[in-house]
């Protein structure tokens, strides 16, 4: 069973930063958190993973919080090809270390 | 380097036949995923290989479903006897390591009518 908890949906402007918020109260000190994004029905996509310190690349950034029970993927400048279903995953040892457990994401819809 | 390669892309059978999924992972990749989204659903782990060797097919129906990761080859999931439920997109994904992010294929679309 999933771990986190997300917001069904969220709507962004074209241009302006998505702030997508993840809930992981229950999380371990050796758990990470994934994100990855699924567009329309393509298979899955990762864009980034942390574990305590915030994350940059090239797609978005990671923001956990100091305790890490939740953290804030932050897509800087949203493009209509970033509407998805974004998913959030705590991944350990305690979740299986090999498998993902996808929950039910939050929907971005980008506008223009 | 070409990604994860799944086909086909669409597979239409009828109740009762035999639906073969095939997985080529990603080059120097050893670990094997399959994945399952029915429709309007979330994706549902099925099944984690390695060559050979399956580790955990904890998400796997305990009957008509198979899978396997021959030493040569790609990955097989199998489906015998379809049924109208087994519709769905099959996503396989692989990784070099078991602690690794994982890269997907585009999936397989199963329509059994």
């Known amino acids: 069973d999933a771990k986190t908890t997300q917001p069904p949906s969220m709507d962004c402007a074209e241009g302006r930063a998505a702030n997508l918020p993840c809930n992981h109260s229950?999380?371990?000190?050796?758990?990470?958190v994934y994100w990855y994004r699924q567009i329309h029905s393509q298979g899955p996509q990762y864009i980034i993973h942390?574990?305590?310190n915030n994350e940059t690349n090239e797609m978005a950034s990671l923001i956990i919080t100091e305790d890490r029970k939740s953290s804030t993927l932050i897509l800087p400048h949203a493009t209509l090809r970033d509407t998805a279903v974004y998913y959030c995953?705590?991944?350990?040892?305690?979740?299986?270390?090999?498998?993902?457990?996808f929950g039910t994401g939050t929907r971005l819809l980008v506008s223009p | 380097n070409a990604g994860v390669m799944q086909n086909p892309r669409h597979l239409v059978r009828r109740r009762g036949q035999e639906a073969r999924l095939r997985c080529s992972p990603m080059?120097?990749?050893?670990?094997v995923y399959w994945y399952r989204q029915l429709p309007e659903e979330g994706l549902k782990f099925m099944v984690y290989?390695?060559?050979?060797?399956?580790?955990?097919e904890s998400g796997m129906p305990k009957e008509r479903f198979s899978a396997e990761f021959p030493k040569e080859g790609p990955s097989i999931l199998r489906i015998q006897q379809v049924v109208r439920g087994d519709s769905a997109a099959y996503f396989c994904?692989?990784?070099?390591?078991?602690?690794?992010?994982?890269?997907f294929g585009s999936g397989t679309r199963l329509t059994v009518v």
């Open positions: 290989l390695q060559k050979e060797n399956i580790i955990d």
């Open positions: 942390g574990l305590k």
């Open positions: 994904a692989s990784s070099p390591q078991e602690n690794y992010g994982y890269t």
């Open positions: 995953i705590v991944r350990g040892v305690n979740t299986g270390f090999q498998k993902l457990v």
């Open positions: 080059k120097g990749h050893s670990h």
């Open positions: 229950t999380i371990s000190g050796n758990e990470y």
